[in-house]
C-alpha cells in the first residue's frame, strides 16, 4: 500500500501520519514512513529519533547526482538509502527527506534530483507500506508515481485556510492522476463543525477525529499517541487504518 498524507500545516496530518505507521506496523506490515514536510516533526508521532535528512547528505549526492556541473543525472542510485539512512523500529523505518534552500523558483539542484528519485523508487520499486507525510500534494512527482498512489488523505480542520489548502490540494492531485482522494476531518468537536466542512469541501470524507485533549498531552510529553492510554482520537485512527485495508483491499 501507498498512502499519502497531506493538508495545512498544524492540522494535524504529522500526528496522524506517525500514528497510522505505528497502527499498521504494529499489524505486521512492514512499512517506511516518509517525512516530507519542512517541519521534520513525524519522529515524534512515530517515537523514534529523528534520522539525518536525507537533503542534508551533501557529499553522497553530489557523487551520485551530479555528472559535470549543471548536469544531473535523473536516476541516481538511491535503492540503499531506506536501509543506511532510516530510524528503525522493529519492522517500522522513518526517512526525513529534509530541506532544500533552493537558488529562485524552478531551480533544479541535485538534492531536488536525488529526493525526487528516492521518492520514485520508494512508491514504484518497493513492497512496503509507505506512508508519506508531505505538506504539498504529489504533482511535483509526476504522473507516473502520482497513479501509483492508492489513496490520498487531505487532512483538515474547521477552519477556512485549512479547506482552501484542502481544495488547493485535492485539484492539483485529482489533476495529476491520483485514484482515491478523501478528506479526513480532525479537531471536531461537535456538528456545527461538521457540517461546516461538508459545506464547503466536495470531497469524500474517510473519517472526522474528535478533538482530544491526549493529542495535546502527547505533546506536551513528548509521547506519541499510540502510547496514551484512552485517547478518542487514536481510537478514529485506529478505525481509519481498518478502512483503508478495506478500500484498498
Do not use: W
Not at 207 to 232: A, Y
Amino acid at each position: 500500500m501507498k498512502i499519502v498524507i497531506s493538508g495545512k500545516g498544524g492540522a494535524g496530518k504529522t500526528t496522524i501520519s506517525g500514528t497510522m505507521a505505528r497502527i499498521f506496523a504494529d499489524k505486521g506490515y512492514k512499512v517506511i514512513a516518509v517525512d516530507s514536510d519542512p517541519s521534520m516533526n513525524l519522529h515524534t508521532s512515530v517515537g523514534l529519533d529523528n534520522p539525518e535528512p536525507i537533503s542534508s547528505l551533501k557529499d553522497l549526492i553530489n557523487e551520485r547526482a551530479v555528472i559535470a556541473p549543471g548536469m544531473y543525472n535523473l536516476s541516481p542510485k538511491v535503492d540503499d538509502i531506506p536501509e543506511h539512512f532510516s530510524s528503525k523500529r522493529g519492522n517500522l523505518k522513518l526517512l526525513v527527506m529534509g530541506t532544500i534552500e533552493e537558488g529562485g523558483q524552478g531551480c533544479i539542484c541535485p538534492e531536488t534530483t536525488f529526493l525526487r528519485a528516492l521518492l520514485r523508487h520508494l512508491v514504484l520499486k518497493r513492497d512496503e507500506l509507505l506512508i508519506l507525510d508531505t505538506e504539498a500534494g504529489v504533482e511535483h512527482l509526476g504522473r507516473k508515481v502520482a497513479e501509483n498512489f492508492d489513496i490520498m488523505l487531505i487532512v483538515v480542520e474547521p477552519s477556512i485556510k485549512s479547506v482552501e489548502t484542502a481544495r488547493h490540494i485535492y485539484k492539483l492531485s485529482k489533476d495529476i492522476g491520483v485514484k482515491r482522494i478523501y478528506a479526513v476531518a480532525n479537531k471536531i468537536s461537535g456538528e456545527k463543525q461538521k457540517e461546516f466542512l461538508k459545506e464547503r469541501l466536495e470531497i469524500e470524507f474517510f473519517e472526522f477525529i474528535p478533538f482530544d485533549e491526549k493529542v495535546i498531552q502527547g505533546d506536551m510529553e513528548n509521547v506519541p499517541l499510540i502510547d496514551i492510554e484512552n485517547s478518542t482520537a487514536l481510537k478514529k485512527i485506529i478505525r481509519t487504518t481498518e478502512r483503508i485495508e478495506k478500500v484498498i483491499g
